[in-house]
């Protein structure tokens, strides 16, 4: 049937029909770009930041909002203008954000530059990642002002962060490098100055430090002007022996200078080539010095050229260095015990420790009459001399030793006892009875010596032991060097023993086992992980700081919920803590924030744990300094006094002319700090 529509009707119906036809087009048209857009959002987004220009990547790398200045510093990676570096060191340097100055560090990490490098010597000083990419770069610098600002680092404790960094890029020279290392060394020592005690110790560390020299780099430095430059390479020289250098040597070993002589005489003694013979024996003939007359003896004994009556003359010398160095001439002989015990027993008296000791290891080569010797020696020592003859015993297993060693473990010194422990442990097994008897000793001094021992010796029998004095001990002292202990012995035993410990009410005992648990590996991180889940909320604090301090992205996330929701004032800021020290900004700025609480109790619990967290903390105190709060500002300056920040000085001196009384009279008083030095 037709229906036949008026036509006022029929003209409305076509009108609603095209207007229904171009809606639904323009739906879809929409629609697919959307969808189109939302496909290649990701390239789209790099398509426009790969468009801007330096300059505006420039302005954007400065913009309030993080993540805008995290991206403009990603595409500034890409870009090799000196402008595009400019602008990465500048966020590297000055970025309160560290991820932000981590990403610039990055791109920056290689470039032979020395702006670039004071770049990194800052963020050396800050510590965490950023240390460890300044440290990658540092070790590859070519340029010797940069080792020598390195070198001043360590001597001028200008950062007790970067001390250590810094020794481990000392420890292996090269060819920029071993000038300012010599220089260090060598500091006062060519004329005897009377040097600062910290300065002498300082140098002894580097020295002991250094695993290797560039022979080819240092010998030419014995011709340096420099007579502080000769010394330190000199005492390189007796660590590192090289024949190569013997002609040099025996030229400084007529030098004016006795220090240097005694030096060059000293190294050559221990690596002397064949072609510097007949001037050693003219020195060892003629020599006026006794010293050098010495030294020019052992190089002989090394050459095959010094009888034994050479040597007894200079053991009889006032200077106890000349009878030293003659010990080590009669240890380059063989000669018989019924010859050679006299002459080490009257050593063995003498009133430096240095001829004891070298005449102490000799007597161990004489058999049970030497050994007897020895002993009766060994109990009228004490300190260093009495660690050295103990370690020394290393590798005689005897029961009369081992009795010896036992007695030690018990010493007031802790120097003694530990070289008891390393002593000890040279047995084995063998001595796995008489330590699992001393776990029930009274002294705690005792136990814990047995317990190190143990722990050196390894094996179920002695872990098994171990885990039991973890879990029962009544001293939280000797549990925690247990837990130590287990942690260095990857066993079914440590690891149970360990996740039991999570749970104990002695918070102490809790953490460190705990981290113990993560350096166990993988079975260790499923145990902590395990614990996350666990109903007691102080467990799954104590779980969730150690898989952050290990970098678990689950810890932190439990860390930020007992951080925002736990109504434990302890907990929330040991989570806090944890977080910041693993680089969290958001828990960094809650601790900033926390500072303005009126509760002088609390404020002082909140500087305790940004003090715990040192130099991570730096940039966010600096930009804290411009807060609104003057309570902030005033707490972030008298932090930044407390911890030495040298690099906030100029920032802390605006502060003098604050509008708040109380942000004026604390920057006065971090500058005073800044200008004091640490008490060591």
């Keep these: 049937m037709n229906i036949i529509m008026p036509n006022g009707r029929k003209k409305s119906w076509l ?4 207007l229904s036809v171009l ?65 990465l060191i500048k966020r590297a340097r000055e970025d309160s954000v560290e991820v932000v100055r981590i990403m610039a560090l990055q791109a920056l990490v290689g470039r032979q530059n020395e702006v670039v490098d004071d770049v990194m010597l800052a963020a050396l000083k800050r510590g965490g990642i950023e240390a460890k990419l300044a440290s990658i770069h540092l070790s590859k610098s070519r340029n010797e002002s940069t080792w020598q600002k390195l070198v001043q680092v360590y001597l001028t404790n200008a950062s007790p962060t970067a001390e250590g960094y810094v020794l481990r890029l000392l420890a292996n020279p090269n060819e920029s490098s071993i000038r300012p290392i010599c220089l260090a060394l060598g500091v006062g ?36 002007k420099d007579m502080c430059i000769v010394a330190g390479a000199l005492q390189l020289l007796i660590k590192f022996p090289c024949k190569e250098a013997s002609k040099e040597l025996l030229r400084l070993a007529r030098s004016k200078h006795k220090v240097i002589r005694t030096l060059a005489i000293s190294a050559l003694s221990l690596a002397p080539a064949k072609e510097v013979a007949d001037e050693l024996k003219r020195m060892a003939k003629g020599s006026r010095d006794d010293f050098v007359k010495a030294c020019a003896t052992v190089a002989l004994s090394q050459l095959g050229g010094v009888e034994f009556e050479d040597v007894s003359n200079l053991l009889n010398s006032p200077d106890p260095a000349t009878r030293r160095i003659a010990l080590k001439a009669i240890e380059n002989l063989s000669l018989p ?11 063995m008296e003498d009133e430096d420790m240095d001829v004891r000791l070298r005449a102490s290891v000799l007597l161990l080569r ?16 004490h300190g260093d001399e009495k660690a050295s003859m103990l370690l020394a015993l290393r590798g005689i297993k005897r029961k009369d030793v081992l009795r010896v060693l036992v007695e030690n473990l018990q010493s007031h010194e802790p120097q003694v006892r530990w070289a008891a422990q390393v002593a000890i ?17 009274q002294d705690e001094k005792m136990r814990i010596g047995a317990l190190n021992a143990l722990m050196q010796i390894g094996g179920e029998e002695a872990t098994e032991a171990i885990a039991e004095v973890a879990m029962e001990d009544s001293c939280t002292e000797v549990k925690i060097s247990a837990i130590e202990a287990l942690a260095t012995l990857p066993t079914k035993k440590s690891l149970s023993t360990l996740r039991k410990l999570l749970h104990s009410h002695d918070s ?35 779980a969730a700081r150690a898989l952050a301090f290990y970098g678990d992205s689950e810890a932190v996330r439990i860390l930020r919920r007992i951080a925002s929701t736990s109504n434990d004032e302890f907990l929330r800021l040991v989570s806090l803590q944890a977080l910041a020290r693993g680089g969290d900004e958001w828990a960094s700025w809650t601790l900033i924030r926390m500072l303005s609480t009126n509760d002088e109790k609390q404020r002082m619990k909140v500087r305790a744990a940004i003090l715990g967290l040192r130099e991570r903390m730096l940039m966010p ?47 006065k008083s971090a500058l005073q700090m800044i200008d004091t030095p640490c008490a060591h």
């Design 508 to 542: 102490e005992v809790a953490q460190r086992a705990a981290i113990a648990l993560g350096r166990l590996g993988k079975e260790g991180f499923d145990a902590l992980k395990e614990a996350l889940n666990s109903k007691r909320i102080s467990v799954q604090a104590v």
């Design 337 to 347: 015990c019924d010859v050679l015990i006299p002459f080490l027993r009257k050593a």
């Design 425 to 441: 442990a040279s047995f084995g097994v063998d001595a796995l009875p008489v330590l699992k008897g001393l776990l029930k000793h």
């Design 23 to 87: 809606v639904i087009s323009l739906v879809t048209i929409v629609a697919y770009f959307v969808a189109t857009y939302r496909m290649s959002g990701a390239k789209d987004e790099a398509y426009t930041w790969h468009s801007l220009s330096i300059g505006e990547l420039i302005r954007l790398s400065q913009h309030k909002d993080a993540d805008l200045r995290l991206k403009a510093v990603c595409e500034l990676r890409r870009r090799s203008s000196r402008a595009a570096i400019t602008a």
């Design 366 to 381: 004489c058999g049970d009459r030497g050994l007897e010797l020895y002993i009766r020696a060994l109990n009228k020592a």
């Design 621 to 667: 105190l600096l930009a804290s300094l411009r807060d609104d709060n003057a309570t902030i500002r005033a707490e972030a300056v008298t932090l930044l006094g407390l911890m030495r920040a040298e690099t906030a000085r100029d920032e802390i001196s605006k502060l003098l002319n604050d509008p708040e009384p109380t942000v004026r009279d604390a920057a």
């Design 15 to 18: 009108i609603f029909a095209s």
């Design 189 to 224: 020592v060519p004329f005897e100055e009377d040097a600062p005690r910290q300065l002498r110790e300082k140098q002894r560390k580097l020295l002991e430090f250094i695993n290797s020299v560039p022979h080819g780099a240092l010998i030419p430095l014995l011709k340096e």
